[in-house]
């Protein structure tokens, strides 16, 4: 908290926290071109970890736009000629319906795997045998028999218990009288 209001500390911070996001932009563009991956919006902000609306400002806008124009004339000649960099709105649609196609495809193999695991459980399941099944069924059928005779024992033992609580303080409370009734009794003959 800047107790003393000044605003010039947190606004240092901030044009200092800029400054590296944009560096780290245009490195990214750097590492991008060097290793001859496609340098787009999108893989910079993810390359560089910043937002993609970072890449569309002007600051770092052109350096990616030079890129690709740098790209598409290191293209190999006997591959079709490099289109033009798309319009920025038709390239966030492009790269929008490429992650709806990706995010359908990693659905699709999800469900896959979780169709491939119950059919797995379901033939481990078939693999065990009924008398296994019955057996397993009275060991648990047995040993919860076990379990209610201990409760029934430990409800029995604990009522024992309370009864002989109840008896010693009753017997607790009349000596306690009964001395009371001495210590009187040996004042008033004092």
């Not at 319906?97 to 033939?123: N, P």
């Not at 109840?166 to 008033?188: H, K, P």
């Amino acid at each position: 908290m800047n107790p003393h209001g000044n605003p010039a500390p947190l606004a240092q911070a901030r044009a200092r926290i800029s400054a590296d996001k944009r560096q780290r932009a245009l490195d990214a563009i750097t590492t991008l071109e060097r290793d001859n991956h496609p340098v787009t919006h999108t893989t910079v902000a993810r390359t560089a970890r910043v937002s993609t609306w970072l890449t569309y400002t002007d600051p770092i806008r052109p350096h990616i736009q030079a890129a690709q124009h740098r790209q598409a004339a290191r293209a190999i000649p006997t591959q079709p000629a490099a289109t033009p960099a798309p319009s920025t709105t038709a390239a966030l649609r492009t790269e929008l319906e490429l992650a709806r196609q990706e995010i359908k495809q990693l659905r699709q193999d999800r469900d896959q795997a979780r169709t491939a695991v119950r059919h797995q459980l379901g033939r481990q399941l078939d693999a065990l045998s009924t008398h296994d099944l019955t057996a397993r069924v009275d060991e648990l059928t047995h040993h919860n028999h076990q379990l209610a005779d201990q409760l029934q024992q430990a409800t029995s033992h604990n009522t024992a218990l309370q009864e002989r609580v109840a008896v010693l303080e009753d017997d607790l409370t009349a000596a306690r009288t009964s001395l009371r009734r001495m210590i009187r009794n040996e004042n008033l003959n004092s």
